[in-house]
T-cell receptor, first 114, second 112 residues
Framework: AQTVTQSQPEMSVQEAETVTLSCTYD???????LFWYKQPPSRQMILVIRQEAYKQQNATENRFSVNFQKAAKSFSLKISDSQLGDAAMYFC???????????WGLGTSLAVNP | SAVISQKPSRDICQRGTSLTIQCQVD?????MFWYRQQPGQSLTLIATANQGSEATYESGFVIDKFPISRPNLTFSTLTVSNMSPEDSSIYLC?????????FGSGTRLTVV
C-alpha cells in the first residue's frame, strides 16, 4: 500500500533562518508525483511545490526547495529565509500519476519565531 | 490552475439534520474529490466524483451518509446526512487539472 510519513508533528524556526521538513513515502510505482501543501489557519490548502518522480532535478520555488531522494523514498522540504507568514501546517502528499487521488501525510505544524 | 468556489464556508447544524456543501469550478474537470479534515488532523478522502457516473467511496464512507451529486463538469455537491457531533469537521472539495490539484476554501461544520 502507498503511504506517506511525516515524522515531525511540530517544528519551529527563527525568522530568517532555514528549516527542513521531512517526508518519506512508500510505493511500488515508478511514475508518481510528490507535493508539499501549506495550510494556514485560514484552512485554505496552498500548493508549495511539486516534484515529478521521473525528474532528477530537485524542484525549487523561490525560498522553497526540495531534496528528492528517489532510491531512499525521501522528499524533504527546505524553507530558506523563513518569514512569519510561513507559519502553517505543512502536508506532504503523493499521487501515483496524473489525475489520481492524493495520499497524505499527517502534517507538520511549523511555528516561526520573531 | 482551476479556481473553486465552495459554499457555505461554515455552518452550525442540529443533530439529525442534513447539510449540502457546494463546489463550483471555473473550468471543466473530470475528477472531483471530497475530503474530511477533523480538527488538527490530515485530510481523509471521502469519495471521488466523476461526471456521469456514480461516486467512488473510500473505505468507511457510504453513499447513504455522504451522497454526492455531479451533474456537470463544473459543479458538485456533498451532503452530510443525519448528522451527529462526530461529523463536526472541515469538508473540502478538490479538483485536478493538468496535474495540478486545487482546493476549495473548506466548509467548517459544527454539529450540536
Amino acid at each position: 500500500a502507498q503511504t506517506v510519513t511525516q515524522s515531525q508533528p511540530e517544528m519551529s524556526v527563527q525568522e530568517a533562518e532555514t528549516v527542513t521538513l521531512s517526508c518519506t513515502y512508500d510505493t511500488s510505482e515508478s511514475d508518481y508525483y510528490l507535493f508539499w501543501y501549506k495550510q494556514p489557519p485560514s484552512r485554505q490548502m496552498i500548493l508549495v511545490i511539486r516534484q515529478e518522480a521521473y525528474k532528477q532535478q530537485n524542484a525549487t520555488e523561490n525560498r522553497f526547495s526540495v531534496n528528492f531522494q528517489k532510491a531512499a523514498k525521501s522528499f524533504s522540504l527546505k524553507i530558506s529565509d523563513s518569514q512569519l507568514g510561513d507559519a502553517a501546517m505543512y502536508f506532504c502528499a503523493y499521487s501515483a500519476g496524473n489525475n489520481r487521488k492524493l495520499i497524505w501525510g499527517l502534517g507538520t505544524s511549523l511555528a516561526v519565531n520573531p | 490552475s482551476a479556481v473553486i468556489s465552495q459554499k457555505p464556508s461554515r455552518d452550525i447544524c442540529q443533530r439529525g439534520t442534513s447539510l449540502t456543501i457546494q463546489c463550483q469550478v471555473d473550468s471543466q474537470v473530470t475528477m472531483m474529490f471530497w475530503y474530511r479534515q477533523q480538527p488538527g488532523q490530515s485530510l481523509t478522502l471521502i469519495a471521488t466524483a466523476n461526471q456521469g457516473s456514480e461516486a467512488t467511496y473510500e473505505s468507511g464512507f457510504v453513499i447513504d451518509k455522504f451522497p454526492i451529486s455531479r451533474p456537470n463538469l463544473t459543479f458538485s455537491t456533498l451532503t452530510v446526512s443525519n448528522m451527529s457531533p462526530e461529523d463536526s469537521s472541515i469538508y473540502l472539495c478538490s479538483v485536478v487539472l493538468d496535474g495540478g490539484y486545487t482546493f476549495g476554501s473548506g466548509t467548517r461544520l459544527t454539529v450540536v
